[in-house]
């Protein structure tokens, strides 16, 4: 499975941002899709998740309220769409991918992640 995460940029503090996450070649073997973030000298932070199937999601309690996680079954896509943003949401956003994980697991019962996608927030 390859993961091509976009959609990133510069934004003002209260301001919007929707992050894409395009998947290709083997997506069957998925069923999670995650959305985490790593701002420097800081560990990676979950941020969301979505199951292909059913389309259950979980969020962080961070950006409960201000994100939402989607998926486009059709275009193998899975969606972050930031709304009231703050400087401390600034940080590079990786999608990733799990093969047998739930919208529960840590990021490392995931398989395969993308590049990475910087959001900086200005305030």
């Known amino acids: 499975v390859q993961l091509q995460a976009s959609g990133g940029g510069l934004v003002q503090a209260g301001g919007s941002l929707r992050l894409s996450c395009a998947a290709s070649g083997r997506t069957f073997s998925s069923n999670t899709m995650g959305w985490f973030r790593q701002a420097p000298g800081k560990e990676r932070e979950f941020v969301a998740a979505?199951?292909?199937?059913?389309?259950?999601?979980y969020y962080a309690d961070s950006v409960k309220g201000r994100f939402t996680i989607s998926r486009d079954n059709a275009k193998n896509t899975v969606y972050l769409q930031m709304n009231s943003l703050k400087p401390e949401d600034t940080a590079v956003y990786h999608c990733?991918?799990?093969?047998?994980?739930?919208?529960?697991?840590?990021?490392?019962?995931?398989?395969?992640w993308g590049q990475g996608t910087q959001v900086t927030v200005s305030s």
């Open positions: 990733a991918a799990s093969s047998y994980g739930t919208i529960y697991s840590p990021p490392r019962e995931y398989d395969y």
């Open positions: 979505i199951r292909w199937s059913g389309g259950s999601t």
